[in-house]
């Protein structure tokens, strides 16, 4: 037998999923390889396997989600697993029975995973904390949402091949998205170029640390750009306070035929979605299909997810605590 | 007098050239074509007059870039009683002014694209001087939401402001500033501190002894001093007038030395008058930010004369006679000064605190810069905006002569020099001194 040691895997250590920062370059690109393998399953007639047979998986939601929730819920059911859905009002959680209450609850119901989103930064760490099972981030704040910059950086990849070399272009309320700051420290982690555009309202300070050129200029930013993944923008912050309203915006930040004729021609649309057509992005661009990946995005959320909760619903319960 | 046929070639000779800009004091002449500036300086025209050329001979008059007005209200829309566009044209013209940047404080405010386009549309058919105008910061000047700074910007809006109020709230200019910076916009903010700023003129003795509510200058320098936090914050440009306290000043000098993207103007009343002006309860004098002491008013006019002042602005604010005929606490603020802010202004060159050319600088390079217009230079291709006049000759302010349509000015039987002989807009003479006197 050959003296070659086995390759260690780098998932072996990964206990919870809370964030990108901090992630190493082969986990990463272990969970795509992984999350790679189940894009063909997903798209087989038959859908199921037993990995996280007998296994529970639980969605707690503090914040009402429809795409996340049901991509999370059906990559469980397709491993196999049991899943409970809870939507819990945020409200309830800062008046009543405390974060940290539920979470002591639900450990003592022996899950083997938690799938949390919360709307405070920093929420879904304070209760990986306190509980057994292993916690996956759908989204703290303004924070990170980790499993959706592993499913752009799949859907990126399974297009151009790699992202080392890529410029990528993050647009849009870069100050108030999970999705931009997890994405932005993925790209980084795999080599690509981040650029990130935004009204300078919705620039956070200090943006640069992260690893990115900042731009107010559209056109200057997609200048030359392989990938232009647009945010979504909240209602609320168009009315006169980050932005004066929805038609500045659509003119200045909007994405058309216009602003997109700066990237390469072969760029690539991507939204986290859901889209408010015409405000952030023009239709005709949203639905191109030689340009838009928008949908495919969709499809690699579940191979993603399926892929991190093979790795950490699949462990041995932890003893308690 | 404006006049319908296209400009041609038009030669004025025999005069001291005065371009601020480039620092060229010099005898010779202008030459212009059609609307434009061909080319300005000493011995100019020493191989002859072109032959196409019309020649204005200024007699040994000055002739210097026309005047940019950055600051007037100008009451239309929506307050027509008080000025028009065309009155205040008029009036403007008679005083070598070639631009004006009007304020938002109309009725309807001027915060939306059809705003500007009124405005643009009544300067056109009026046809006299170039009007701009201000976009509000705010929409209605309600101090609650943004107006659309990057659309209002590409339709025209010069600057943004509250006009005759502030953005109160620093969050709100925080955000404003710093929006405005990707469209490379200025925010213009009247620097008072509303919730300190009560009173109806300023606090100390004065105000004690006629028992008004004193409005003191710490208003105003908390105000700038928020402000250039923000700036600096930001990185927005901020522009700060008007000036009116000596300590102001010297706030804007230490931002200025510290690269901050500021600048800053003043108006003739506070480089003239001091709180003395109120005298027995005179309302012409009542004004925001208010007049201020003799101290105050040597340090703004230092500032103008060293250039930590921009610029000298008139903050026209006409008044009728039911907005200041009332008790003093009672009546409008505001003080009608296109027609006397070049020859109050021109007060300091003659009582010795500023150069000519550094003077006329803040009535031309300065404020054109500030806003961003192609005015106030007489470089080659610039548009033949021009005042001619004599810097010397006394008159008598009289504000019931006044041309606009309000006379609130408290400067009746002030003695000035510097008289305008004719002001030219886009090679169009729009003033000449004999149209005046005949009139």
């Known amino acids: 037998m050959s003296a070659t040691p086995a390759p260690t895997d780098p998932l072996a250590s990964l206990r919870d999923l809370l964030a990108i920062a901090g992630m190493a370059p082969e986990q990463a690109i272990a969970l795509l390889d992984k999350a790679d393998g189940y894009v063909e399953h997903s798209r087989a007639a038959d859908k199921k396997t037993d990995r996280l047979a007998g296994r529970t998986v639980v969605n707690l939601f503090f914040e009402s989600s429809t795409r996340t929730r049901t991509s999370f819920e059906l990559a469980a059911q397709r491993l196999g697993a049991d899943v409970i859905n809870m939507e819990v009002a945020w409200s309830s959680i800062k008046k009543g029975e405390t974060l940290i209450d539920t979470a002591m609850t639900l450990n003592a119901m022996h899950p083997d995973a938690l799938v949390v989103r919360a709307p405070d930064s920093g929420a879904v760490k304070l209760l990986a904390d306190k509980v057994n099972c292993a916690v996956l981030n759908g989204g703290d704040g303004a924070h990170e949402h980790p499993t959706q910059a592993l499913l752009d950086a799949l859907t990126i990849r399974r297009r151009k091949g790699e992202l080392r070399g890529l410029r990528v272009a993050i647009c849009g309320d870069i100050a108030h998205s999970r999705v931009a700051r997890s994405n932005i420290h993925l790209l980084n982690i795999l080599g690509a170029e981040v650029r990130v555009i935004a009204p300078p309202t919705l620039l956070p300070p200090g943006i640069e640390t992260l690893g990115v050129e900042a731009f107010t200029d559209m056109r200057a930013g997609l200048q030359g750009c392989d990938i232009v993944m647009m945010l979504r923008l909240q209602m609320e912050r168009m009315q006169g306070h980050y932005v004066p309203s929805i038609r500045e915006y659509f003119r200045f930040y909007g994405l058309d035929h216009a602003k997109l004729a700066s990237a390469k021609p072969d760029a690539l649309i991507m939204h986290p979605g859901p889209m408010n057509r015409g405000v952030e992005i023009d239709t005709v661009v949203a639905d191109d299909i030689d340009r838009s990946v928008i949908r495919e995005q969709v499809e690699m959320g579940v191979a993603v997810r399926m892929a991190v909760l093979e790795v950490l619903a699949g462990r041995a319960p932890e003893a308690p605590a | ?439």
């Not at chain 2, 040597?298 to 200041?324: E, L, M």
């Not at chain 2, 007060?347 to 605190?353: K, N, P, R, S, Y």
Request: net charge negative.
């Open chain 2, 1 to 439: 007098m404006s006049v319908d046929v296209e400009p041609g070639t038009v030669a004025y000779t025999n005069a001291r050239v005065l371009d601020p800009a480039r620092g060229l004091d010099a005898y010779g002449g202008v030459l212009t074509r059609g609307g434009t500036i061909v080319d300005a300086g000493a011995n100019l025209f020493a191989g002859g007059v072109p032959d196409d050329a019309t020649v204005v001979d200024c007699g040994g008059a000055c002739i210097a870039p026309g005047f940019v007005d950055m600051q007037a209200l100008l009451g239309e829309p929506g307050h027509e009683h008080k000025e028009t566009i065309h009155s205040a044209g008029v009036a403007a013209a008679s005083a070598g002014i070639t631009s004006i940047a009007c304020l938002p404080n109309t009725d309807p405010v001027i915060d939306d694209e059809a705003g500007l386009e009124f405005v643009a549309r009544r300067a056109r058919e009026t046809k006299l001087v170039k009007v701009y105008a201000h976009g509000a910061v705010t929409r209605g000047c309600a101090g609650g939401e943004m107006t659309e700074i990057g659309l209002l910007s590409a339709a025209g809006a010069v600057g943004f402001t509250e006009g005759v109020t502030q953005v109160r709230d620093a969050g709100l200019l925080r955000r404003a500033l710093s929006y405005a910076t990707a469209f490379g916009a200025v925010i213009c903010q009247r620097p008072e501190e509303p919730a300190i700023a009560s009173g109806s003129m300023n606090s100390g003795a004065l105000a004690t002894r006629l028992g008004l509510k004193g409005r003191s200058r710490h208003a105003e320098l908390m105000m700038i001093e928020r402000d250039l936090r923000l700036a600096e914050m930001t990185g927005g440009r901020l522009h700060i007038g008007p000036v009116t306290a000596g300590e102001s000043v010297e706030l804007i000098r230490r931002a200025k030395a510290r690269r901050l993207r500021v600048t800053a103007a003043t108006a003739p009343p506070y480089l003239v008058l001091t709180e003395d002006a109120v005298g027995d309860y005179r309302t012409f004098a009542k004004v925001s930010p208010p007049l201020r002491t003799e101290a105050d008013r040597r340090a703004v006019a230092a500032g103008v004369a060293d250039g930590t002042i921009d610029a000298v602005a008139s903050d026209h604010n006409p008044q009728d006679q039911d907005s200041k005929r009332l008790p003093f606490e009672a009546a409008d603020e505001g003080i009608a000064g296109l027609e006397t802010l070049f020859a109050l202004t021109l007060g300091l060159v003659h009582d010795g605190t500023g150069g000519l050319l550094d003077v006329l600088h803040r009535l031309t390079a300065g404020p054109a810069d500030i806003l961003g217009l192609d005015a106030g230079r007489l470089t080659p291709g610039a548009p033949a905006d021009l005042t001619v006049f004599d810097p010397d000759a006394p008159w008598v302010i009289d504000p019931d002569s006044f041309i606009g349509k309000c006379k609130n000015a408290p400067f009746e039987n002030h003695t000035v020099r510097g008289t305008v002989l004719r002001t030219v807009v886009d090679g169009r003479p729009i003033h000449t001194a004999a149209a005046r006197d005949a009139a």
